[in-house]
């Protein structure tokens, strides 16, 4: 029996994936149930079509139950918050279904040529900007012209709210170069939304 009720806030992710692993199967339920939206999220980021993404869901968990197995030696996920680590076994699940390996450069615009087009130095209408990036479809189209990498980043740090630190382990990056890719990749959405500003100016 849980020492709390699964589905509470209060039960938190160590405890639930302890009690997973000493065999309690509403513990793993109780977090498929808590993180099957965001991994849900992040994969589709990954992957080509919403049924890639089911499928690496599938997997996804399937390689976290196995990892719990008694005889599997499990437990051992490492540093960071039990989200990264299932953020972690998402992508792989999502890179064995094809997609480009990680690692592939950057493409590489200068800083001044990403600031040009974010708007730096233009006058601007930061209430316009505002009501942008509360518009949900306009900011799902901003997210949708980004490239795999700038929209993965956006997602783990924006959208789910991962430390730096955990991000950086997620994408299996050193944590200054995570820092640069997610400084990049806020600079191309601003810009993205920045056109919205111009077609409508």
């Known amino acids: 029996m849980l020492a709390q009720d699964p589905a509470h806030p209060q039960a938190d992710d160590v405890t639930l994936l302890e009690q997973a692993h000493a065999g309690n199967r509403d513990a793993f339920t109780a977090l498929v149930a808590r993180y099957q939206a965001p991994v849900f999220r992040y994969l589709r980021t990954l992957t080509r079509t919403p049924q890639?993404?089911?499928?690496?869901?599938?997997?996804?968990?399937?390689?976290?139950?196995?990892s719990l197995l008694p005889d599997s030696g499990a437990g051992k996920r490492g540093e960071g918050s039990v989200r990264a680590w299932l953020f972690t076994i998402a992508r792989h699940a999502a890179y064995r279904q094809g997609r480009r390996h990680a690692g592939e450069p950057d493409t590489?615009?200068?800083?001044?040529?990403?600031?040009?087009?974010?708007?730096?130095?233009?006058?601007?209408?930061?209430?316009?900007?505002?009501?942008?990036?509360e518009d949900r479809e306009r900011l799902h189209a901003a997210l949708a012209r980004l490239s795999d990498d700038d929209r993965e980043v956006i997602l783990l740090r924006d959208v789910e709210g991962l430390s730096g630190e955990d991000a950086a382990r997620v994408l299996?990056?050193?944590?200054?170069?995570?820092?640069?890719?997610?400084?990049?990749?806020?600079?191309?959405?601003?810009?993205a939304l920045q056109q919205e500003v111009r077609h409508e100016g």
């Open 108 to 133: 590489l615009e200068s800083l001044e040529s990403l600031g040009e087009r974010a708007g730096w130095g233009e006058p601007e209408d930061p209430e316009r900007v505002a009501m942008l990036l």
């Open 52 to 66: 890639e993404a089911e499928d690496a869901l599938q997997q996804t968990f399937l390689a976290v139950w196995r």
């Open 172 to 191: 299996d990056l050193p944590l200054a170069n995570l820092k640069t890719r997610l400084h990049r990749a806020r600079l191309r959405l601003r810009a």
